[in-house]
């Protein structure tokens, strides 16, 4: 070899350290595969420390993941809350109509359809092929919660939109073709804002389903809660809209319902971040748990604004906005929490790992081959 | 009317699927023992199906530069470098003046490459350490410590060499998470009991890849759709083997009755244990596993994991009855609550 | 083999599957050794040594398979007492010609036959790369022979081979070869008991054994070995070669090659072969045994075949229109010939030396000299593209508006677009139909010699030049069809087989052939191809529905015989040698051979038939003498004529080395064909001084997803995404002396070139220790060239030119360089970097590489047969 | 189409009338899946082929539909290849209707810089042209002993190994007539 070399073995050795300090993936700078820094098992972003999960092993094919991640976008996101919004103010719309408070039957009714028709908007734009769209309506399966969801949204859809459209009846003239409508528009409104209430809490919970009945990890193992955090959400999110929109006299179930659907949505996502164990650390760091740490605060806020503005219509409003932006904040954690579990390999192997060891009766699971039929 | 293992359990997926006089269960047996990773059956398989290119990057997962199934690699091919003892074999290096092992290093450097195949989520880059584990040698540097048990010895040199190579593919499950939770019924179950996407019905809904428990089924860039092996369903229509298991030059990948390839599968195994091939074990074999059993199985020769496989997975809607039952609850809970906000207390 | 031929190695597997064994040799661990029982990591260029080995580990432990080697060899014949060997000489053999680099033959004679000379000039036996010629048969030596059947006189075969080998122990093996004497001595173990009456074993080897300054001695050892056990003739054995182009067997049987014309018969030498009858008998060999003692009449149907009517027994067949050689026109001699601008123009037919053949740069630079090129291809190839597009514009060597290479590039037709037939690697010939006309402008290599000879005579029509004749008196009236007036293969393939002339009726097999000018035959082992009027190379009858040999499918050469020498499957009685091992056997009933193939061997001759005294061709061959080309009816493990570097095999040094040979005081192969020339220098290797510069041996191979120089694979979407660049393998250890990272970059350091590529460290290669030092290798697939999808450096370019001497083939498996991280330079500061490497290594210009490196020399020279030479054979 | 195939085409109609109530088989499938074949058994021809790679011979079948073809793979029948093809060999299809093949004679001048379009009559014109003068040029009658040469060393030819043997045969056997003695092969490289 060259005399200008080092002896033989040195510059392995500065190889393998400086490899150890950098950490190995160092492909960047040749052929521009540059890699994606920051995912990487052990690094844990703003606030999972707290958690002090320890450092898991676990092997994958050349550490990639195993799962595919999700390819919904934002938009599924949005369609949770937007969703649960729908559903939550045609309740408090009914409620309103039930109990003769027009401000909070007209708010709700309005928001119900806005809120549904964004919904539609979202799925449809989520869609590889827009298009086709209606294929969602060739079949009817009990087996597929997105399926089950579609024709939910089929019944509430246009019973929201005949309720908000009979909140026009009042604009309308007197006499001819629409004084007609004039006279029957409120009664099907009444019929149809029913109808759409009675459709209301499946539309809210089914998309606790959607998440759960997936292969990721971290929505799979919520599925007991998430129709809870939904359903919390969705109420706290109508009666954000209560809030905002009632005069605080008839704000008074907005109100109770702020309290009642935090109460549900702190339950749960209480649950989620402790209960799963590993498959708790994705709603816990990252940009999952900034949303759901905000969400938290901001639920809370608003429940306490809503019970303290009894007499402000400024704080009221205050608090109703907090829990909208509450609702966005927890769906969209949860959202991504789901992603980023399915993206790390480790959440997919190590409980799969324990449950297969579980089984196997404690054995004590040896990696690699050579260690018999069962070990490698 | 549905088996009471619709959903989970033992059960033979086409008549349950509304095939009335459906014949046996096709299926793939994929015995890596002999697989020479010469990447036939990728190729064999974009020849038939028309599957476009899946990138032209360099991703020094040894000779793997496809890296994973995608919608644009039905098939795909594993090598994994190990310093391992490979059964009975002599070690490869045995008195050679070697070093340490770099295959963890090489694994970890190659986690981090990246390739355009032209669907999402395609081939994500992965953690270096995982990947060091895979191809963890006796003495592991880099990330000292990161190695499960059993698998540090502390030799200063390498003798022990296997270079493993697998063909991955679409598990086609007895309980199809895809198929379950697809929304438009582009999924569906055939009468050899596989498990299809209909190009002319998918919408590309996603639902689908997120439901697939082994990551197989993903997402074509511009065109949208899901899609993934289809078990050549116009090829057996006309009775011809699928093309992959019909390129194939060692028989490693195996056409066949689901029954007959078991039998086949168990009868190897015996003498790969026989021959002093301890590490080899069958994956995705058994009708009592999480998805019921594959209809595409394995012959592998270390963890599944390794592979790139889950090592238990389970079907979704196992849970499914329980979930909806969950989501009645909170949706009452939600009902409940309204009326008590409204009728309880004035004003 | 996994690597480059899956489908082939599934038989590998299905033996392995019935308990076969199975051992990879080679420089990097590959797919084929992921399968193996046992790998044996070797240092490229040592299999001799490897091979030799196991000959002595055979002869000392008496594991040969005596009853067959006694019969069917010539273990027992005697060698004049004028041979010398390796073991007297320090590495040369008796005859040695330090001038001229070559041997005088004389010395190596069997007992008793001194004084028959046929063509002791190996100078220009080397010049005209005779070896060649050996494909399809041996060289002359009378039929009779003494013989001591005990093997103990010792001038015998079995002693001098014993004594030859001596020195190949299981520590020497390892101290070359660099494979742990356990591990060398389990691969002889298992080769030696597996084979004999009950058990074969088969050696395969790639072609790559070819590419070596020493290719065909490698062979002859795999050969020896292979014989000593009884593996030859047999179901089971054998010496199989991997060859990897779809028809690069036919293209030597029907050659494209200046020394031959078809049928191995030689191209004529201006010197030795003046008229027809001396041409013929050089062939034939008077007195000869064997089935060459009718060569005449392959000759004359040959010349028959080309010039029809013209060719008469009174013009001698127009022998007199063959171009005569007068030394190496071989295509490496011909590069340099470009370089030195002495060819006009260039013929590239399907073929990218810029990229497949050694030294690029020679070749490009070549191809940058010439008035006008041809090339016609599939795609749009580097040595189409060279003016424009190749690293020696980069630096500046080729000027694009100063490089005056007129070029024509002709799109060619795919092997579904005609049709015609392919002959694999088992001599097995298949009929391709034709699936689709071919678009556009692209046109079969048929249509377009067979339309370039008619625009030729037509231009030529009238002329009066002697030298014109040749092409009018052409037989050259081809049938043709369809709208392109494509010529009818069949007719061809018809022609090949042969007819008579009168009748036109089609001849059943090349006995049928004449002298007389009655038939016409284009290339007589071919002959039965077409027999009965039907094409057989189109018989596509089902393995399922025919036994394991499959007769029907195809067509094979001789005969349709599937395994040459098949005679040896029986023993010399006629009964096969095991029931397990039984193929073809002697019916004494019907008294007749019989059995699974086609015998090869006169259907009638019992065993125990006789020759009669001076009984010569195929009379002279006795009932139990199998080899039935050969001169003797015997296989030979010493080669008393024909092999120019040696009646034995010797291990020798690559021709670029960092290691001094171990085994004798000549380095290298003694006969190597050199070529001394500016762009051709040699990297210095021991003894010489500086061959420290280039400390690392780099091997190239084959990647499965690739194809040779990647003209039908860098070009195909679905391969090219496969292994999308060029790469070079390097161990560990060597990785950490240069500092390469995975993925990173290196480029290696030739005494030619400077090429880069991508890095990848991996467990799969290991440093050797070789004679107490550690050598490293890398390995590199040669794919690689500046067009296609995914393009990368010419690894090629880094290799020199030196040639085995048998058959000018080239040595390209193995070189030395050194190997640097980081990218190459690029521009002129590229050339700078191989200057500075040639300065610090001491090659000059003027510097001319030592051949003979020991002192033995001149004693070799006097121990010729008396000392007596002809010059050249002007008789 | 009526209402009535409308609606039983509509597979809730089919889940809730066949055997298949959950929609994940028999109901869901498309007309379009139903009516699926494979293109080989539709196609005009197939040609019993050979592959045109490495020298092992693998059998090969293509199928043509409308002059194209559109499936190129392993011929079960042949004793050597067992229907088995490695990548290569199963990538044929893409080789013969690679988006790289050329279709066009292509020629450049002395000291052109660009590629320009040819006529393949021209172009085979020209080489006849040129391979005549070169002949002229360097002929060789006889050598310094009034030995025959009959030969030119002004033309080379470097021939792929795969070319059939009729192709082989052909050029040989015309290179000869023309005293072409400088004819070469990938079987020397």
Redesign the interface.
């Given at each position: 070899m060259s005399p200008d070399r080092p002896a033989v073995g040195d510059l392995f050795r500065r190889f393998r350290e400086r490899l150890a300090v950098e950490g190995p993936a160092r492909p960047g700078e040749h052929g521009g595969h540059a890699p994606k820094a920051g995912r990487n098992g052990r690094r844990r972003g703003g606030g999972g420390e707290q958690l002090n999960v320890p450092p898991v092993e676990f092997t994958s094919y050349y550490g990639r993941p195993i799962l595919k991640a999700p390819v919904w976008k934002w938009d599924i996101a949005a369609y949770l809350f937007s969703g649960g919004l729908a559903a939550g103010s045609s309740l408090l719309a009914a409620g309103g109509q039930l109990t003769g408070r027009p401000a909070l039957r007209r708010a709700g009714r309005v928001t119900s359809l806005a809120a549904v028709s964004a919904s539609t908007f979202f799925l449809i734009h989520d869609l590889g092929k827009p298009a086709r769209f209606h294929h969602m309506?060739?079949?009817?399966?009990?087996?597929s919660p997105m399926s089950m969801g579609t024709w939910i949204l089929s019944a509430f859809g246009p019973a929201a939109g005949v309720a908000a459209v009979a909140e026009t009846a009042p604009r309308l003239p007197e006499h001819g073709l629409l004084g007609l409508g004039r006279k029957l528009l409120p009664p099907a409104g009444n019929a149809a804002g029913l109808l759409a209430a009675v459709t209301a809490p499946a539309l809210a919970t089914y998309t606790g389903v959607l998440l759960a009945d997936t292969a990721v990890p971290s929505w799979h193992e919520a599925y007991p809660e998430l129709p809870v955090i939904f359903a919390g959400s969705a109420l706290a999110s109508g009666a954000g809209v209560g809030l905002l929109a009632a005069p605080t006299g008839e704000a008074g179930p907005a109100r109770r319902l702020a309290v009642a659907g935090a109460a549900l949505e702190l339950w749960g996502s209480h649950r989620v971040e402790n209960r799963l164990g590993l498959l708790s650390e994705p709603y816990a760091t990252g940009t999952a748990g900034k949303l759901l740490r905000a969400g938290r605060a901001l639920t809370a806020a608003g429940v306490a604004g809503a019970l303290a503005g009894r007499r402000s219509r400024m704080l009221s409003a205050l608090s109703g906005g907090a829990l909208l932006a509450a609702s966005v904040c927890t769906r969209f954690g949860i959202f991504h929490g789901g992603v980023a579990s399915a993206r790390d390999p480790k959440y997919t192997v190590v409980p799969q790992r324990e449950r297969a060891q579980r089984r196997a009766g404690q054995q004590p699971h040896v990696n690699g081959p050579g260690a018999g039929p069962n070990g490698g | 009317?549905?088996d009471a293992n619709?959903l989970y359990g033992p059960l033979d997926?086409?008549p349950?699927?509304?095939?009335?006089e459906a014949g046996p269960r096709m299926g793939f047996f994929t015995d890596t023992s002999v697989c020479i990773g010469?990447?036939?059956c990728?190729?064999?398989c974009k020849?038939?199906n028309g599957v476009p290119d899946s990138g032209f990057d360099l991703l020094g997962m040894s000779y793997d530069n496809t890296g994973a199934l995608t919608a644009n690699s039905w098939r795909h091919v594993a090598f994994i470098e190990q310093p391992r003892p490979a059964g009975h074999r002599t070690p490869p290096f045995a008195d050679n003046p070697t070093g340490p092992p770099v295959s963890a290093e090489s694994a970890a450097s190659a986690a981090g490459t990246v390739t355009d195949t032209g669907t999402v989520p395609g081939v994500p880059p992965g953690s270096p350490e995982a990947a060091a584990r895979m191809a963890a040698g006796p003495e592991f540097l880099g990330m000292p410590g990161a190695q499960p048990p059993g698998r540090a010895t502390g030799a200063e040199t390498r003798s022990d060499f296997r270079w493993l190579m697998m063909s991955d593919v679409c598990k086609h499950c007895t309980h199809a998470a895809c198929?379950?939770v697809c929304p438009t019924?582009?999924?569906?179950?055939?009468e050899f009991g596989t498990v299809?996407v209909?190009e002319?019905?998918c919408n590309g809904c996603g639902y689908c890849i997120s439901a697939c428990p082994y990551g197989v089924i993903d997402q074509r860039k511009g065109d949208g759709r899901a899609w993934k092996c289809t078990l050549?369903?116009?090829?057996l229509?006309?009775g011809?083997t699928p093309?992959c298991a019909?390129?194939?030059?060692t028989e490693s990948i195996q056409f066949g009755p689901l029954d007959e390839l078991r039998e086949r599968a168990a009868e190897r195994v015996a003498t790969l244990h026989d021959r002093g091939v301890p590490e080899a074990r069958l994956y995705g074999h058994d009708p009592t596993d999480g998805v019921g059993g594959d209809g595409a199985f394995f012959l592998l020769l270390d963890e599944p994991e390794v592979y790139g496989l889950p090592p238990d997975p389970v079907v979704t809607t196992r849970d499914l009855p329980k979930m909806w039952k969950r989501a009645g609850v909170a949706a009452l809970a939600m009902a409940a609550a309204a009326v008590a906000a409204f009728v309880g207390g004035s004003s | 083999m996994a690597e480059?031929?899956?489908?082939?190695f599934?038989w590998v597997m299905e033996a392995k599957k019935r308990g076969a064994k199975v051992f990879h040799v080679d420089p990097r661990f590959t797919r084929t050794s992921a399968l193996a029982d046992t790998y044996l990591p070797i240092r490229a260029g040592t299999d001799i040594a490897l091979l030799g080995g196991v000959v002595r580990y055979i002869l000392e432990n008496e594991l040969d398979f005596r009853e067959y080697v006694l019969a069917y060899t010539n273990a027992a014949t005697i060698i004049t007492d004028q041979f010398a060997d390796t073991e007297d000489l320090d590495g040369l053999f008796s005859g040695y010609d330090p001038e001229r680099y070559s041997y005088d033959q004389g010395s190596w004679k069997y007992q008793g036959h001194e004084q028959q000379r046929e063509s002791e000039d190996t100078a220009k036996e080397r010049e005209t790369?005779a070896g060649l010629r050996h494909e399809s048969h041996g060289m002359p030596v009378a039929a009779t022979t003494q013989r001591d059947e005990t093997l103990q006189h010792p001038r015998c075969v079995y002693q001098i081979l014993k004594r030859h080998f001596s020195r190949y122990t299981p520590e020497m093996v390892s101290r070359i070869c660099g494979i742990p004497v356990e591990k060398f001595e389990e691969l002889a173990r298992a080769w030696t008991e597996n084979s004999g009456r009950e058990r074969t074993g088969a050696l395969v080897y790639s072609v790559g054994w070819t590419?070596h300054s020493v290719g065909v001695q490698y062979i002859r050892t795999g050969a020896i070995i292979q014989t000593l056990l009884g593996n030859m003739g047999r179901p089971g054995g054998g010496v199989l070669a991997?060859?990897?182009?779809?028809?690069?067997?036919?293209?030597?049987?029907?050659?494209?090659?200046?020394n031959l014309?078809?049928g191995y018969l030689p191209?004529p030498h201006?010197?030795d072969h003046?008229t027809f009858d001396e041409w013929v008998d050089s062939i034939r060999h008077p007195g000869q045994k064997g089935f060459w003692g009718n060569s005449r009449a392959y000759a004359a149907s040959l010349l028959k075949a080309?010039w029809g009517d013209a060719a008469t027994p009174e013009n001698d067949f127009c022998y007199?229109?063959?171009?005569?050689?007068?030394g190496d026109?071989?295509?490496y001699q011909?590069v340099l010939?470009?370089i030195n601008g002495?060819?006009?123009?260039?013929?590239?037919?399907?073929?990218n030396?810029a990229v497949?053949?050694?030294h690029g740069r020679a070749q490009r630079l070549g191809m940058a000299n010439l008035?006008?090129l041809?090339v016609r291809?599939?795609?749009?190839i580097e040595s189409?593209t060279f003016?424009?597009n190749s690293p020696e514009i980069a630096t500046g060597e080729i000027v694009?508006?100063?490089?005056?290479?007129?070029?024509?590039?002709?799109?060619a037709a795919?092997?579904?677009?005609?049709e015609?037939?392919?002959?694999?690697?088992?001599r097995?010939?298949?009929w391709?139909?034709?699936?689709?006309?071919p678009?556009?402008?692209?046109?079969?290599?048929?249509w377009?010699?067979?339309?370039?000879?008619r625009?030729?005579r037509e231009?030529?029509a009238g002329s009066t030049k002697?030298?014109d004749r040749?092409?009018l008196d052409?037989a050259?009236d081809y049938p043709t069809h369809g709208p392109e007036a494509e010529?009818s293969?069949e007719a061809?393939?018809k022609?090949?087989n042969g007819y008579e002339v009168a009748t036109g009726r089609p001849l059943g097999g090349f006995p049928e052939a004449k002298d007389d000018g009655s038939t016409a035959v284009?290339?007589w082992i071919?002959s039965g191809v077409y027999a009965d009027g039907v094409n057989q190379a189109?018989r596509?009858?089902?393995?399922?529905e025919?036994d394991?040999v499959?007769p029907e499918?195809?067509w094979a050469w001789p005969a349709n015989r599937r395994i040459l020498y098949n005679r040896a499957s029986a023993d010399p009685e006629g009964r096969p040698w095991s029931e397990r091992k039984k193929y073809v056997w002697w019916d004494p009933d019907k008294g007749a051979w019989t059995g699974y193939d086609v015998p090869d061997f006169e259907k009638t001759k019992p065993p125990s038939y006789r020759p009669p005294d001076g009984a010569s061709g195929t009379e002279g061959l006795a009932g139990d003498d199998p080899f039935v080309m050969q001169g003797d009816g015997k296989a030979w493990l010493y080669a008393p004529t024909g092999v120019l570097d040696g009646p034995l095999p010797t291990h020798y040094e690559p021709a670029e080395s960092p290691v001094r040979n171990p085994l004798y005081g000549q380095q290298a192969n003694p006969t190597r064909k050199v070529y001394t020339h500016p762009v051709n220098r040699m990297n210095p290797s021991p003894p010489e001084p500086h061959s420290q510069v280039f400390p690392y041996v780099f091997t190239v191979s084959r990647l499965?997803?690739?194809?040779t120089a990647g003209g039908?694979?860098r070009?195909?979407?679905?391969?090219a995404e496969?292994q999308p660049a060029l790469f070079v393998e390097v161990s560990p250890e060597l990785a950490g002396e240069v500092g390469l990272a995975h993925l990173g970059w290196a480029h290696l350091v030739s005494g030619r070139a400077v090429i880069e590529a991508r890095v990848l460290v991996t467990d799969r290669l290991t440093p050797l220790r070789v004679d107490g030092r550690t050598i490293h290798q890398v390995w590199l697939p040669y794919h690689f060239g500046s067009e296609?999808?995914v393009t990368g450096d010419t690894v090629n370019d880094l290799f020199g030119i030196t040639l085995d001497p048998n058959?000018?083939?080239?040595e390209?498996k193995v070189g030395t360089c050194d190997v640097r991280p980081g990218r190459r330079p690029t521009g002129p500061a590229l050339l700078d970097l191989v200057a500075d490497y040639q300065r610090r290594a001491g090659m000059t210009p003027d510097r001319r590489v030592p051949i003979v490196t020991t002192g033995a020399a001149s004693e070799a020279h006097e121990r010729t047969a008396g000392g007596a030479r002809d010059g050249g054979g002007?008789a | 189409m009526g209402l009535k195939t409308f609606i039983q085409g509509?597979?809730?109609y089919r889940?809730l009338t066949?055997?298949?109530?959950?929609?994940?088989?028999?109901?869901?499938?498309?007309a379009?899946?139903a009516a699926?074949?494979?293109?080989?058994?539709t196609a005009d021809?197939v040609?019993?082929?050979?592959?045109?790679?490495?020298?092992?011979?693998?059998?090969q079948r293509?199928y043509?539909s409308d002059?194209?073809?559109t499936?190129?793979?392993?011929?079960?029948?042949?004793?050597?290849?067992?229907?088995?093809?490695?990548?290569?060999?199963?990538?044929?299809?893409?080789?013969?209707t690679?988006?790289?093949?050329?279709?066009?004679?292509?020629?450049?001048?002395?000291?052109g810089?660009e590629?320009e379009d040819?006529d393949?009559d021209v172009?085979?014109?020209?080489?006849?042209?040129?391979?005549?003068?070169?002949?002229d040029?360097?002929?060789e009658?006889v050598?310094d002993?009034g030995?025959?040469?009959?030969?030119?060393?002004?033309?080379?030819?470097?021939?792929?190994?795969?070319?059939?043997?009729?192709?082989?045969?052909?050029?040989?056997?015309?290179?000869?007539?023309?005293?072409?003695?400088?004819?070469?092969?990938?079987?020397?490289?």
């Amino acid at each position: 070899m060259s005399p200008d070399r080092p002896a033989v073995g040195d510059l392995f050795r500065r190889f393998r350290e400086r490899l150890a300090v950098e950490g190995p993936a160092r492909p960047g700078e040749h052929g521009g595969h540059a890699p994606k820094a920051g995912r990487n098992g052990r690094r844990r972003g703003g606030g999972g420390e707290q958690l002090n999960v320890p450092p898991v092993e676990f092997t994958s094919y050349y550490g990639r993941p195993i799962l595919k991640a999700p390819v919904w976008k934002w938009d599924i996101a949005a369609y949770l809350f937007s969703g649960g919004l729908a559903a939550g103010s045609s309740l408090l719309a009914a409620g309103g109509q039930l109990t003769g408070r027009p401000a909070l039957r007209r708010a709700g009714r309005v928001t119900s359809l806005a809120a549904v028709s964004a919904s539609t908007f979202f799925l449809i734009h989520d869609l590889g092929k827009p298009a086709r769209f209606h294929h969602m309506l060739r079949v009817a399966k009990l087996t597929s919660p997105m399926s089950m969801g579609t024709w939910i949204l089929s019944a509430f859809g246009p019973a929201a939109g005949v309720a908000a459209v009979a909140e026009t009846a009042p604009r309308l003239p007197e006499h001819g073709l629409l004084g007609l409508g004039r006279k029957l528009l409120p009664p099907a409104g009444n019929a149809a804002g029913l109808l759409a209430a009675v459709t209301a809490p499946a539309l809210a919970t089914y998309t606790g389903v959607l998440l759960a009945d997936t292969a990721v990890p971290s929505w799979h193992e919520a599925y007991p809660e998430l129709p809870v955090i939904f359903a919390g959400s969705a109420l706290a999110s109508g009666a954000g809209v209560g809030l905002l929109a009632a005069p605080t006299g008839e704000a008074g179930p907005a109100r109770r319902l702020a309290v009642a659907g935090a109460a549900l949505e702190l339950w749960g996502s209480h649950r989620v971040e402790n209960r799963l164990g590993l498959l708790s650390e994705p709603y816990a760091t990252g940009t999952a748990g900034k949303l759901l740490r905000a969400g938290r605060a901001l639920t809370a806020a608003g429940v306490a604004g809503a019970l303290a503005g009894r007499r402000s219509r400024m704080l009221s409003a205050l608090s109703g906005g907090a829990l909208l932006a509450a609702s966005v904040c927890t769906r969209f954690g949860i959202f991504h929490g789901g992603v980023a579990s399915a993206r790390d390999p480790k959440y997919t192997v190590v409980p799969q790992r324990e449950r297969a060891q579980r089984r196997a009766g404690q054995q004590p699971h040896v990696n690699g081959p050579g260690a018999g039929p069962n070990g490698g | 009317m549905p088996d009471a293992n619709s959903l989970y359990g033992p059960l033979d997926p086409a008549p349950d699927a509304g095939w009335v006089e459906a014949g046996p269960r096709m299926g793939f047996f994929t015995d890596t023992s002999v697989c020479i990773g010469c990447k036939a059956c990728e190729v064999a398989c974009k020849e038939w199906n028309g599957v476009p290119d899946s990138g032209f990057d360099l991703l020094g997962m040894s000779y793997d530069n496809t890296g994973a199934l995608t919608a644009n690699s039905w098939r795909h091919v594993a090598f994994i470098e190990q310093p391992r003892p490979a059964g009975h074999r002599t070690p490869p290096f045995a008195d050679n003046p070697t070093g340490p092992p770099v295959s963890a290093e090489s694994a970890a450097s190659a986690a981090g490459t990246v390739t355009d195949t032209g669907t999402v989520p395609g081939v994500p880059p992965g953690s270096p350490e995982a990947a060091a584990r895979m191809a963890a040698g006796p003495e592991f540097l880099g990330m000292p410590g990161a190695q499960p048990p059993g698998r540090a010895t502390g030799a200063e040199t390498r003798s022990d060499f296997r270079w493993l190579m697998m063909s991955d593919v679409c598990k086609h499950c007895t309980h199809a998470a895809c198929l379950d939770v697809c929304p438009t019924g582009s999924l569906f179950r055939t009468e050899f009991g596989t498990v299809v996407v209909q190009e002319d019905i998918c919408n590309g809904c996603g639902y689908c890849i997120s439901a697939c428990p082994y990551g197989v089924i993903d997402q074509r860039k511009g065109d949208g759709r899901a899609w993934k092996c289809t078990l050549c369903y116009d090829r057996l229509g006309a009775g011809k083997t699928p093309a992959c298991a019909q390129a194939c030059p060692t028989e490693s990948i195996q056409f066949g009755p689901l029954d007959e390839l078991r039998e086949r599968a168990a009868e190897r195994v015996a003498t790969l244990h026989d021959r002093g091939v301890p590490e080899a074990r069958l994956y995705g074999h058994d009708p009592t596993d999480g998805v019921g059993g594959d209809g595409a199985f394995f012959l592998l020769l270390d963890e599944p994991e390794v592979y790139g496989l889950p090592p238990d997975p389970v079907v979704t809607t196992r849970d499914l009855p329980k979930m909806w039952k969950r989501a009645g609850v909170a949706a009452l809970a939600m009902a409940a609550a309204a009326v008590a906000a409204f009728v309880g207390g004035s004003s | 083999m996994a690597e480059a031929h899956p489908v082939g190695f599934q038989w590998v597997m299905e033996a392995k599957k019935r308990g076969a064994k199975v051992f990879h040799v080679d420089p990097r661990f590959t797919r084929t050794s992921a399968l193996a029982d046992t790998y044996l990591p070797i240092r490229a260029g040592t299999d001799i040594a490897l091979l030799g080995g196991v000959v002595r580990y055979i002869l000392e432990n008496e594991l040969d398979f005596r009853e067959y080697v006694l019969a069917y060899t010539n273990a027992a014949t005697i060698i004049t007492d004028q041979f010398a060997d390796t073991e007297d000489l320090d590495g040369l053999f008796s005859g040695y010609d330090p001038e001229r680099y070559s041997y005088d033959q004389g010395s190596w004679k069997y007992q008793g036959h001194e004084q028959q000379r046929e063509s002791e000039d190996t100078a220009k036996e080397r010049e005209t790369a005779a070896g060649l010629r050996h494909e399809s048969h041996g060289m002359p030596v009378a039929a009779t022979t003494q013989r001591d059947e005990t093997l103990q006189h010792p001038r015998c075969v079995y002693q001098i081979l014993k004594r030859h080998f001596s020195r190949y122990t299981p520590e020497m093996v390892s101290r070359i070869c660099g494979i742990p004497v356990e591990k060398f001595e389990e691969l002889a173990r298992a080769w030696t008991e597996n084979s004999g009456r009950e058990r074969t074993g088969a050696l395969v080897y790639s072609v790559g054994w070819t590419q070596h300054s020493v290719g065909v001695q490698y062979i002859r050892t795999g050969a020896i070995i292979q014989t000593l056990l009884g593996n030859m003739g047999r179901p089971g054995g054998g010496v199989l070669a991997l060859r990897g182009h779809a028809s690069i067997q036919g293209s030597t049987d029907i050659p494209t090659l200046f020394n031959l014309l078809p049928g191995y018969l030689p191209m004529p030498h201006h010197a030795d072969h003046p008229t027809f009858d001396e041409w013929v008998d050089s062939i034939r060999h008077p007195g000869q045994k064997g089935f060459w003692g009718n060569s005449r009449a392959y000759a004359a149907s040959l010349l028959k075949a080309y010039w029809g009517d013209a060719a008469t027994p009174e013009n001698d067949f127009c022998y007199g229109y063959l171009p005569r050689m007068t030394g190496d026109h071989g295509t490496y001699q011909q590069v340099l010939n470009m370089i030195n601008g002495k060819v006009k123009g260039y013929f590239l037919l399907g073929q990218n030396p810029a990229v497949g053949s050694a030294h690029g740069r020679a070749q490009r630079l070549g191809m940058a000299n010439l008035d006008w090129l041809v090339v016609r291809d599939l795609f749009m190839i580097e040595s189409a593209t060279f003016w424009r597009n190749s690293p020696e514009i980069a630096t500046g060597e080729i000027v694009t508006e100063e490089c005056r290479t007129e070029v024509f590039f002709l799109p060619a037709a795919s092997h579904v677009e005609k049709e015609g037939t392919f002959t694999q690697t088992q001599r097995l010939l298949q009929w391709r139909e034709k699936a689709v006309d071919p678009p556009g402008d692209c046109r079969s290599e048929l249509w377009f010699f067979y339309h370039l000879g008619r625009v030729l005579r037509e231009k030529l029509a009238g002329s009066t030049k002697p030298r014109d004749r040749a092409l009018l008196d052409l037989a050259w009236d081809y049938p043709t069809h369809g709208p392109e007036a494509e010529p009818s293969a069949e007719a061809v393939l018809k022609e090949i087989n042969g007819y008579e002339v009168a009748t036109g009726r089609p001849l059943g097999g090349f006995p049928e052939a004449k002298d007389d000018g009655s038939t016409a035959v284009g290339c007589w082992i071919y002959s039965g191809v077409y027999a009965d009027g039907v094409n057989q190379a189109a018989r596509r009858k089902s393995r399922h529905e025919q036994d394991w040999v499959a007769p029907e499918w195809g067509w094979a050469w001789p005969a349709n015989r599937r395994i040459l020498y098949n005679r040896a499957s029986a023993d010399p009685e006629g009964r096969p040698w095991s029931e397990r091992k039984k193929y073809v056997w002697w019916d004494p009933d019907k008294g007749a051979w019989t059995g699974y193939d086609v015998p090869d061997f006169e259907k009638t001759k019992p065993p125990s038939y006789r020759p009669p005294d001076g009984a010569s061709g195929t009379e002279g061959l006795a009932g139990d003498d199998p080899f039935v080309m050969q001169g003797d009816g015997k296989a030979w493990l010493y080669a008393p004529t024909g092999v120019l570097d040696g009646p034995l095999p010797t291990h020798y040094e690559p021709a670029e080395s960092p290691v001094r040979n171990p085994l004798y005081g000549q380095q290298a192969n003694p006969t190597r064909k050199v070529y001394t020339h500016p762009v051709n220098r040699m990297n210095p290797s021991p003894p010489e001084p500086h061959s420290q510069v280039f400390p690392y041996v780099f091997t190239v191979s084959r990647l499965t997803e690739h194809h040779t120089a990647g003209g039908m694979s860098r070009t195909v979407p679905r391969l090219a995404e496969l292994q999308p660049a060029l790469f070079v393998e390097v161990s560990p250890e060597l990785a950490g002396e240069v500092g390469l990272a995975h993925l990173g970059w290196a480029h290696l350091v030739s005494g030619r070139a400077v090429i880069e590529a991508r890095v990848l460290v991996t467990d799969r290669l290991t440093p050797l220790r070789v004679d107490g030092r550690t050598i490293h290798q890398v390995w590199l697939p040669y794919h690689f060239g500046s067009e296609g999808l995914v393009t990368g450096d010419t690894v090629n370019d880094l290799f020199g030119i030196t040639l085995d001497p048998n058959v000018l083939i080239q040595e390209s498996k193995v070189g030395t360089c050194d190997v640097r991280p980081g990218r190459r330079p690029t521009g002129p500061a590229l050339l700078d970097l191989v200057a500075d490497y040639q300065r610090r290594a001491g090659m000059t210009p003027d510097r001319r590489v030592p051949i003979v490196t020991t002192g033995a020399a001149s004693e070799a020279h006097e121990r010729t047969a008396g000392g007596a030479r002809d010059g050249g054979g002007d008789a | 189409m009526g209402l009535k195939t409308f609606i039983q085409g509509w597979p809730v109609y089919r889940q809730l009338t066949g055997a298949d109530p959950l929609g994940r088989g028999a109901a869901a499938q498309s007309a379009r899946s139903a009516a699926l074949t494979a293109r080989t058994e539709t196609a005009d021809s197939v040609a019993r082929s050979v592959c045109p790679y490495c020298a092992v011979g693998c059998g090969q079948r293509v199928y043509v539909s409308d002059g194209q073809v559109t499936q190129i793979e392993g011929d079960p029948d042949s004793p050597i290849s067992r229907g088995r093809l490695c990548p290569k060999g199963a990538a044929s299809k893409n080789l013969v209707t690679s988006p790289l093949r050329q279709t066009k004679v292509r020629y450049r001048r002395p000291y052109g810089t660009e590629w320009e379009d040819l006529d393949l009559d021209v172009a085979l014109d020209m080489i006849a042209d040129r391979i005549l003068a070169a002949r002229d040029e360097t002929w060789e009658d006889v050598d310094d002993q009034g030995r025959p040469l009959n030969r030119t060393l002004g033309i080379s030819s470097l021939g792929g190994a795969t070319l059939d043997n009729e192709e082989n045969y052909l050029i040989k056997k015309l290179f000869t007539a023309m005293g072409a003695l400088q004819i070469e092969n990938q079987a020397r490289i």
